[in-house]
């Protein structure tokens, strides 16, 4: 199994490169990343890019505006994050969300490819969740909440389809790499690696507030002086 496993995520990679189509887009529906039958589109890129942001924001923006100077956090997007190329932070975080979609779309290919599904718990789980966030954004409205999601450039039905993929790279996840897994990760590769990308050292930090004194002989003047 293992090495099946490894054969289809080789064969996979070289799909990536291949033969992943980033397609036109003329609405919010349309494909926008392909690779066989297995597709990411436009609107849950839009998502996955406005969820990030908003994230971001809910966590620096005060301080954001304060070290850049700016008004508002959208005058922040559009700053030069990269004076030789001229890319802005919007610029940044949109080429960080391609290509966490392009390991998604990778993902459900794998997910389809080794014959993973989802639970009806799992799926019990992800329509209780957006039952939840109906009735706290929008009073258990669908056409309120419907207007809430368009912020984000999707409608409830997209929604779920994110939570969805979310769910797939989960469960995924769990059965490459979770016990007993074809590669699941052990005591012994967690030594390995912590051997060959680590290394334990002891280190005294002295801070001194003046500079040291001076002895006759050029040297620094210790306690025992």
């Known amino acids: 199994m293992k090495r099946i496993t490894k054969i289809i995520s080789a064969a996979l990679a070289a799909?990536?490169?291949?033969?992943?189509i980033l397609t036109g887009c003329s609405g919010t529906g349309s494909v926008f990343l392909k690779c066989g039958k297995t597709k990411i589109t436009e609107n849950m890129f839009v998502f996955w890019l406005s969820r990030y942001k908003a994230q971001f924001i809910y966590a620096y923006g005060n301080?954001?505006?304060?070290?850049y100077g700016v008004s508002t956090v959208n005058d922040f997007w559009e700053m030069i994050y990269d004076q030789g190329t001229g890319q802005t932070y919007d610029d940044l975080f949109t080429d960080y969300i391609y290509e966490n979609a392009l390991t998604y779309l990778v993902s459900l290919r794998l997910f389809d490819e080794l014959g993973l599904s989802l639970s009806k718990e799992d799926t019990d789980e992800?329509?209780?969740?957006?039952?939840?966030l109906r009735d706290n954004y929008a009073g258990g409205s669908r056409t309120e909440f419907h207007v809430v999601l368009q912020e984000y450039g999707i409608n409830e039905k997209t929604l779920r389809e994110c939570y969805l993929i979310d769910k797939k790279i989960t469960?995924?996840?769990k059965y490459l790499f979770g016990t007993g897994g074809p590669e699941a990760v052990t005591d012994a590769k967690v030594e390995a690696y912590y051997q060959e990308n680590y290394i334990h050292f002891d280190q005294i930090c002295v801070f001194i507030n003046e500079c040291p004194e001076i002895s006759e002989t050029g040297g620094y003047v210790t306690d025992s002086e």
């Open 126 to 132: 992800i329509d209780g969740y957006i039952s939840e």
């Open 15 to 20: 799909l990536i490169l291949a033969s992943v």
């Open 171 to 173: 469960v995924l996840q």
């Open 63 to 67: 301080s954001i505006k304060s070290e």
